[in-house]
């Protein structure tokens, strides 16, 4: 299994940035397919930005042009580069990872590893 540690939450205004970092250790041979996703209160958790093991990424349609997701292989980090934020971009941010991307779509019951979740709030 994987351990994934997320870090870079917080708190800012509409229309600033923040960037999401997540370290992998463990068996990060099964972290080929890394993604970020985000649960409100009240609602279910959804995928935000994902990359593959050939760097193909996919965002939801909510971030596109706005966050940028990359991964550093050889530091085994996950990041993602939030950007222009809304208050609708409030939320617990999770990191998951797998072995490989199975499908086109961000599913969560894919993904096999899980961080904790860190707090990103963008206030008016």
């Known amino acids: 299994q994987v351990q994934l540690v997320e870090s870079g939450g917080g708190s800012v205004q509409t229309g600033g940035s923040l960037r999401l970092s997540c370290v992998a250790s463990?068996?990060?041979?099964?972290?080929?397919?890394m993604g970020w996703f985000r649960q409100a209160p009240g609602k279910e958790r959804e995928g935000v930005a994902r990359?593959?093991?050939?760097?193909?990424?996919t965002y939801a349609d909510s971030v596109k042009g706005r966050f940028t997701i990359s991964k550093d292989n050889a530091k085994n980090t996950l990041y993602l580069q939030m950007n222009s934020l809304k208050p609708e971009d409030t939320a617990m941010y999770y990191c998951?990872?797998?072995?490989?991307?199975?499908?086109?779509?961000?599913?969560?019951?894919?993904?096999?590893?899980w961080g904790q979740g860190i707090q990103v709030t963008v206030s008016s």
């Open positions: 998951a990872a797998r072995d490989y991307c199975p499908r086109a779509r961000m599913v969560v019951t894919d993904f096999t590893s």
């Open positions: 463990g068996d990060t041979y099964s972290s080929s397919c």
């Open positions: 990359v593959d093991g050939y760097g193909v990424t």
